[in-house]
């Protein structure tokens, strides 16, 4: 095997290596509080590889980073780079159902960071708007339901909470909404704190509801038709949800769809009126939910 051969094969391994990396390598990198290393390795990686998927989502955990530091300048001007290059790639091949897709993240996120900017800078109202024009561009793609999550994080809390299909909020009670999935370990992480509040407040006018939907697929991702699905769902219901979830789970999309949940769980808190007090995607302790919960009792 010649030099130039060897030369050339650990040329192409070095990029398979970078184009399966980039974003962990970006992730690690911004987790050690070293901004510049991680600017540098997505430059790099730019020139030896080119513009990729995978990029624009190292990219867009860039803009993430600088929200969470409070720069909103720089949050903004990599949430920007990150959307040109998404929407530009998207004329070429639109976006497919995935939200996991590294492009759909990628601009979801670029997307979410743009309004947190808005929102940083005290135009709460300007966000909300920018935020329903992306989902007019976007009515039907992946990223829908994230762009929902951010509009109800803005603007849902202190309004009425949206009608639920299949079921309903009960009238005069606190209720809290667990929007959960058969696949989400978070969601099974926090049935000890629901059923610890329901234990506490369940006589004194507390409701859970739990709505969920199908994804497609059962354990392991094996694809399962939709009869398949539902059967699993109350499966993991009896297993993981004894004491929380006591009647067979009402499975509809349009749920999550008008509340947004594109994370699990989404956990909403409504209060005896039916106006939602606190929304909020991804888990939460049994003493914040008990505070919220108690003052609202």
Known sequence: MTSKLVAALCFVAGIAVA?????????????????AGADAKIQNYRKSVGVTPEMMEALS?????????GHADDAEKYAKETYQLATALLKKKPLGKDPN?????????????QAEVFAMRGQRTEAVTYLRGQAAL???AS???????????????????????GMALPKGKVALIFFWAHWCPDC??????LRQLKSDFGTKGFALIAPTQKYGYVAGGEDAPADAETKYIEQIRH??????????????????????????????LVDRYGVVKMYHPGTLTYAELKKRIAALL
């Open 239 to 268: 297993t993981y949800y004894e004491g929380v979830i006591d009647a067979p789970a009402v499975v509809n999309e349009e749920n999550f769809r008008v509340y947004g949940a594109s994370t699990t769980p989404t956990l909403v």
């Open 188 to 193: 099974k992480a926090e049935v000890g704190v």
């Open 138 to 140: 976007f009515p039907t």
């Open 61 to 69: 955990w860039m803009g993430r980073a600088e929200v969470g530091r």
């Open 143 to 165: 990223i829908r339901p994230r762009i929902q999550k951010n509009i109800n994080l803005l603007s849902m809390e202190g309004k009425p909470a949206p009608a639920l299909q």
């Open 19 to 35: 184009a399966g990396g980039i974003v962990d390598e970006v992730k690690e990198s911004l987790n050690r509080g070293d901004f």
């Open 101 to 113: 897709a590294p492009v759909a993240i990628a601009l979801g996120a670029s997307i979410e960071v």
